[in-house]
């Protein structure tokens, strides 16, 4: 059986006009968020095409507003792969990009029966940082990835900055629930994520306390953010607290905790999807890389952004951060002081506020 989306010929993608496009980016969070980066140039490029972004349920609902889409098309867990496939095909899409390159976007793209083009990860290159530490690798950004694709669009501008547009009716209710937690309209908050996906990539508990107590002290508020996993870890960055912080974990859905994190003067948090949401709705970050290394691609990227890391000679030890450390203390982790995250948010609140379009 031949596939017309994985044999299609790069001459035919680079000069037609498509009618419907299908943009495909399943997970992880941070991946999705920094997808947004290219509906910029292909709406700008394509101005009467419709484009549609497919992604996994649980993400949809923070690229529903944005103005760049014709429409956010979810793919559901638990639903037979067949059926969600004969939706998809009925849609009758002339051209897909391929954001993703899993087996799963692969396969997707080429039951589709349209022109198929996807980025390619650099796989290989981000492996040899990994395991070849001190060979002269160096690797492109994961935007300058999604851009090679695009090239083959005509589209030759740089990428733009991944961007989240929210309802004003949701900011709106988000900012009457802080009321209610004790957070005022004229309350300056700094946000602190202290979860990650895997447990290595996480500051440690007793840094975050002191942190949340130096906001706290400096009259500001200290939102602690986070879903019911994260509970544990910041019961524990509480106990070891002088102060009292709002504690939002395990209180907000997705859409809610970008708009608080959007609110924020700025976040503090590890290698983590809510990093690269703040990038998107313009908040300043102070990101704290350990086991992941900026080098591989997945820094934060805005005006003000910064990233705090020991710069240890065993980092980056993994892609993602999944790998538990081979040593009896993670210094990547431990060598990052307060002192530093502190002196950090200092900066960035006494700077002018950020004033990039979705703030």
């Known amino acids: 059986m031949v596939w017309p989306g ?6 035919d993608a680079e000069m037609a006009q498509p009618r419907k496009m299908l943009l495909i980016r399943f997970s992880s969070l941070g991946d999705v968020v920094l997808s947004t980066a290219a509906f910029g140039p292909l709406r700008e490029r394509f101005p009467d095409a419709e484009i549609y972004l497919l992604t996994k349920s649980r993400y949809a609902e923070l690229f529903e507003c944005d103005p760049r889409l014709s429409g956010v098309l979810k793919w559901e867990s638990g639903v037979p792969f067949h059926k969600q496939m004969s939706a998809l095909r009925g849609m009758r899409f002339d051209l897909c990009v391929d954001l993703h390159a899993s087996l799963r976007s692969r396969l997707v793209g080429g039951l589709l029966s349209a022109r198929c083009i996807r ?22 950004t994961v935007l300058d990835l999604y851009a090679a694709p695009l090239a083959r669009l005509g589209i030759s501008k740089g990428m733009d900055r991944p961007r989240i547009f929210l309802e004003e009716g949701l900011l709106a209710k988000v900012e009457k629930e802080l009321e209610e937690w004790g957070v005022r309209k004229e309350d300056e908050a700094v946000g602190v994520h202290p979860g990650a996906k895997w447990d290595a990539k996480r500051w440690e508990a007793k840094g975050f306390a002191q942190v949340c107590n130096r906001i706290l002290e400096t009259g500001r508020k200290c939102l602690l953010l986070g879903d019911e996993g994260d509970l544990p870890f910041v019961q524990e960055i509480v106990s070891r607290m002088r102060h009292v912080p709002t504690l939002l974990v395990g209180e907000l859905d997705l859409s809610e905790l970008t708009a608080v994190i959007r609110r924020c003067r700025a976040l503090v948090c590890n290698d983590s999807g809510p990093m690269h949401i703040a990038t998107a709705v313009d908040t300043p970050v102070v990101a704290l890389f350990g086991p992941t290394h900026p080098r591989l691609g997945f820094a934060p990227m805005g005006t003000h952004d910064v990233v705090l890391t020991a710069n240890r000679p065993c980092s980056p030890c993994s892609l993602h951060g999944e790998k538990a450390c081979r040593f009896s203390q993670r210094y990547c982790m431990e060598e990052i002081s307060p002192d530093r995250v502190i002196a950090e948010i200092a900066r960035i609140v006494s700077s002018p506020s950020p004033t990039s379009a979705p703030k």
């Open 6 to 11: 994985c044999f299609a010929r790069s001459g």
């Open 119 to 140: 980025y390619r990860k650099h796989r290989l290159t981000r492996m040899a940082m990994v395991h070849l530490k001190r060979l002269p690798v160096r690797t492109r």
